[in-house]
């Protein structure tokens, strides 16, 4: 299979937030993880004290209703929504609740060690003004992070829909 080199970038991009716990947010300010960082050695997942490390888990999809609530222009050829406020106030509503504490609590008692935490670009940016950030969805980002670090859990960031 051969990737482009924007799928090589995004898939470095996502590797690197697997594997040493970066976060970011939203300020170019990056902190520590809570838990030890993965590294591959040979044909295993090694954790921080070198020991071998299955990853046991499952899939969670965040709400990205803007992308679904976006209507495109073929004239202009650009996406745009209606009432974007409203959209965007409705998945930080919802966002909220996707995963709190108790939720990770659960997914460690069912015994998995990682999650697959699916995101849109469309989270993280305006249809109607691209180039402008949403600073509360990359604080929503690193919140699920930590409190999946608290409990022992991996992320794995996965950019599903990446831009363009």
């Given at each position: 299979?051969?990737?482009?080199?924007?799928?090589?970038?995004?898939?470095?991009?996502?590797?690197?937030?697997?594997v040493?716990?970066?976060?970011?947010?939203g300020?170019?300010?990056?902190?520590?993880?809570?838990?030890?960082?993965?590294?591959?050695?040979?044909?295993?997942?090694?954790?921080?004290?070198?020991?071998?490390?299955?990853?046991?888990?499952?899939?969670?999809?965040?709400?990205?209703?803007?992308?679904?609530?976006?209507?495109?222009?073929?004239?202009?050829?650009?996406?745009?929504?209606?009432?974007?406020?409203?959209?965007?106030?409705?998945?930080?509503?919802?966002?909220?609740?996707?995963?709190?504490?108790?939720?990770?609590?659960?997914i460690?008692?069912?015994?998995?060690?990682?999650?697959?935490?699916?995101?849109?670009?469309?989270?993280?940016?305006?249809?109607?003004?691209?180039?402008?950030?949403?600073?509360?969805?990359?604080?929503?980002?690193?919140?699920?992070?930590?409190?999946?670090?608290?409990?022992?859990?991996?992320?794995?960031?996965?950019?599903?829909?990446?831009?363009?």
């Amino acid at each position: 299979m051969k990737l482009s080199l924007s799928q090589l970038i995004s898939t470095f991009i996502l590797a690197l937030f697997c594997v040493t716990g970066i976060q970011f947010d939203g300020s170019l300010a990056w902190s520590a993880p809570t838990i030890s960082p993965l590294k591959i050695k040979g044909r295993f997942i090694r954790d921080g004290s070198g020991r071998s490390i299955l990853l046991k888990g499952l899939n969670i999809e965040t709400h990205n209703w803007a992308y679904q609530s976006a209507s495109y222009n073929t004239g202009s050829k650009t996406w745009s929504i209606a009432n974007e406020a409203a959209v965007i106030s409705e998945m930080q509503q919802m966002n909220a609740w996707l995963l709190i504490a108790e939720d990770m609590q659960r997914i460690k008692e069912w015994g998995a060690n990682v999650i697959r935490l699916q995101v849109s670009h469309y989270f993280f940016e305006s249809i109607n003004s691209p180039g402008t950030y949403y600073d509360w969805a990359f604080s929503q980002l690193n919140k699920w992070i930590d409190l999946a670090a608290e409990n022992g859990i991996y992320v794995i960031v996965d950019l599903h829909v990446p831009y363009g």
